[in-house]
């Protein structure tokens, strides 16, 4: 089974930036598709976005498109969340998805 560690969350202002890792192991990391989801306080897990296998197709949620872009890099099996232009409504715990697997997530507030 795959194991995930999600970390770079932190305390930023409006209109920062943040970058968030995922470092996976247990599997071969290249042959899965990735994902990040978010869930605010109070309210359900939703998706933020996607990655194939091997990075050629992505897919994001309407409130990231724009400001935010996954990536991978398979040779250090991590996938990447870059967020730009953050907004207070973006504070959540992030969690990495893969494989039927969770990371614990990683806390990011957006201050106003």
């Known amino acids: 089974q795959v194991q995930l560690v999600e970390s770079g969350g932190g305390l930023v202002q409006a209109g920062g930036s943040l970058r968030l890792s995922c470092a996976a192991s247990g599997r071969t990391f290249s042959s899965y598709a990735m994902g990040w989801f978010r869930q605010a306080p109070g309210k359900e897990r939703e998706f933020v976005a996607a990655i194939s296998w091997s990075g050629g197709t992505t897919s994001y949620a309407d409130s990231a498109k724009g400001r935010f872009a996954i990536s991978r890099v398979n040779a250090k099996n991590t996938v990447y969340l870059e967020m730009n232009s953050l907004k207070p409504e973006d504070t959540a715990v992030y969690y990495c998805?893969?494989?039927?697997?969770w990371g614990k997530g990683t806390l990011v507030t957006v201050s106003s």
């Open positions: 998805y893969a494989d039927g697997a």
